[in-house]
């Protein structure tokens, strides 16, 4: 047994313990050497994070517990929202916004299978495959290239009578143009969920108002997987101002049930036992009640102690992703004979994820031969997501059917596919990694 006083003192020291293995076997101590392999993204942490994770684990509290509880407050008040809800990824995130918008609270603005929603196939798939899984319509529109978001010039076309939603994500940090998409929904009375997965910390102006991007909507997400701006290992959040959507939030991800109690509490309400629901025996205990089909979608309290250290830094790795979008795009500028250069979204500041590259067609060069030799030169390549989605196996069964829509051609998003890639910008590199990135990239079209 340790010589330990108090709980308390023996935490301590076994953090203190955690802190100086993580300086003698983590910690990174050697410099970035010209040839060493850049990843396009990686973890940034240091002792805290690992001492957070050693304390949730000495409570020994499994599921959603204090940690969550702090995550969430602290992360609603930084980004601006009055509700935040953490859950197990960046996916299930994209199911709840979705889901929450299918339930009977909502009248006549509740999604039912058959209604339609507007998003775009550029893109990852999970920002559809909620609204697919339900049996309601996705309807893709093209992209504009070189921002690589939603085509706004579009939406009209797209919309129909069975319209209930606009569903798409910010690509890579560049935010889609907020103001048009937002007018759009508010003139037609639809929901608008922004998947800010890739773009958490961006920031956008409407009217001389500056808000982060996942707040304009009606419902935001975000992910906590390692490559993102900020990591949980696994996690992800969504977030609102609504608060019938909060509720419904809640009720999808915990089990589908009524009952609002916080884990490990029972009777919060003071009604367990006297309340009538459905067609259920009256009393029937509230625990048991539930008004939704829905999930287990939580997280753990070890992935939110990582995230409310990671919160902390999050400012600093957001200046970073700038700098290095920046010294990179200055340094590729030499190539735009050759490249299509990424743009920030106008009224915004992004929070960039990666840095998009399009190779002009007119160049002579092909896409596939240029990651290949940035690939062989130990710098990872990623192309953006899937491309066309709906080229992709998933839909062969479903193709030619109407189970989707597509409103004019995807002839931009069949251009990012065959000719973009990109790669990471994230906080963790050096300027000596970024102008490694350069070279070889300069390089490769000139082989």
Request: a negative charge.
């Amino acid at each position: 047994m340790g010589n330990w006083n108090s709980e308390t003192e023996a935490r301590e020291q076994i953090k203190a313990l955690v802190a100086d293995y993580y300086h003698d076997f983590k910690e990174k101590k050697e410099p970035y050497h010209k040839g060493d392999r850049i990843s396009y993204a990686s973890r940034v942490f240091d002792e805290k994070e690992m001492q957070a994770l050693t304390d949730a684990m000495l409570d020994f509290w499994l599921t959603t517990g204090r940690f969550s509880d702090t995550f969430e407050k602290e992360f609603s008040s930084w980004i601006g929202v009055k509700y935040a809800h953490l859950v197990n990824s960046g996916s299930s995130a994209n199911l709840l916004a979705f889901m929450a918008l299918t339930a009977p609270e909502l009248g006549e603005r509740q999604i039912r299978p058959g209604d339609e929603v507007i998003t775009v196939a550029c893109g990852f798939p999970t920002t559809v495959t909620p609204i697919l899984n339900y049996g309601a319509v996705p309807v893709f529109v093209d992209i504009t290239i070189p921002q690589y978001n939603i085509d706004v010039t579009k939406l009209e076309s797209a919309l129909s009578e069975k319209t209930k939603a606009v569903m798409i994500a910010h690509t890579l940090g560049n935010p889609f143009d907020l103001k048009t998409v937002k007018e759009f929904c508010d003139k037609n009375k639809l929901w608008l969920v922004e998947d800010n997965c890739d773009a958490l910390g961006t920031k956008y102006t409407i009217n001389g108002v500056t808000k982060y991007t996942g707040t304009w909507g009606d419902i935001g997400t975000s992910s906590f997987y390692p490559p993102h701006h900020m990591t949980m290992g696994e996690g992800g959040c969504v977030y609102t101002d609504n608060p019938l959507l909060h509720r419904l939030i809640l009720s999808f991800r915990d089990w589908g049930r009524d009952c609002i109690c916080p884990s490990g509490r029972d009777n919060f309400c003071g009604h367990r036992f006297d309340g009538q629901h459905g067609e259920l025996p009256a009393g029937y205990d509230h625990k048991y009640v539930y008004s939704h089909f829905g999930y287990n979608l939580k997280v753990t309290d070890m992935q939110a102690a990582i995230g409310c250290e990671q919160l902390k830094k999050f400012p600093g790795f957001i200046e970073r992703r700038i700098h290095n979008w920046n010294r990179l795009h200055k340094a590729l500028e030499k190539a735009s004979d050759k490249l299509i250069l990424p743009e920030g979204a106008e009224n915004s500041i992004p929070s960039w994820f990666g840095f998009l590259i399009s190779v002009k067609p007119e160049s002579g060069l092909e896409r596939n031969k240029i990651t290949r030799y940035i690939e062989d030169h130990n710098i990872q390549t990623r192309l953006l997501f899937s491309g066309n989605l709906i080229k992709h196996p998933c839909f062969d069964q479903i193709r030619g059917t109407d189970a989707y829509k597509v409103v004019g051609d995807l002839s931009n998003t069949d251009f990012a596919m065959n000719n973009s890639f990109w790669v990471g910008v994230y906080p963790g590199m050096t300027d000596e990694m970024i102008d490694q990135m350069a070279e070889i990239i300069l390089e490769a079209i000139r082989c």
